[in-house]
């Protein structure tokens, strides 16, 4: 699978709220690096949790669209490479949410790409009012 074609697929799954299908995206145990601190997610059920938490705080912002840019491959080797991404998360309006900056690890087995490793940072323009909202609770 291409890396446009991958990251296209998972916004789709996060913008219809497919928190199962999003799962499938990913490999556990899982190390989520935020800047609240870091998780390990040890089994899909945790992912499914903490997806579902997640998209419950877009929603509750106003989601309506997701979409992938500023996207930087930085290569695969062995198997392994480093995706960067810079999500836009729109409003009902068309409106900015919030941008959120994440670098993946991505792992490539027999040609199926999985996400390794994430870390991830808000608030690069808008957003400020939904992450202040959630900070410290423990779910990113």
């Keep these: 699978m291409r890396v446009a ?3 296209e697929d998972y916004a ?3 913008g219809t709220g497919d928190m199962e ?14 800047p609240e601190g870091t998780m390990l997610l040890h089994s ?10 997640r998209h419950e705080r877009y929603i509750a ?7 992938g840019s500023s ?9 392994l490479g480093i995706l960067n991404v810079r ?3 729109h409003g009902r309006s068309g409106s900015l949410i919030t941008t959120i900056a994440t670098t993946y690890l991505l792992r490539q087995r027999d040609g199926i790409l999985r996400i390794a490793g994430v870390v991830r940072l808000d608030q690069l323009a808008g957003g400020t009012a939904l992450n202040r909202r959630h900070q410290g609770s423990g779910r990113a």
């Design 5 to 7: 074609e991958f990251l």
């Design 12 to 14: 789709f799954s996060f």
């Design 21 to 34: 299908a999003l799962a499938d995206f990913y490999d556990v145990p899982l190390s989520l690096i935020q």
């Design 44 to 53: 899909r059920e945790e992912l499914v949790d903490h997806l579902v938490a």
């Design 61 to 67: 912002a106003g989601l309506a669209r997701v979409k």
């Design 71 to 79: 996207v930087e491959e930085v290569g695969f080797d062995e198997g």
């Design 87 to 89: 999500w836009e998360l």
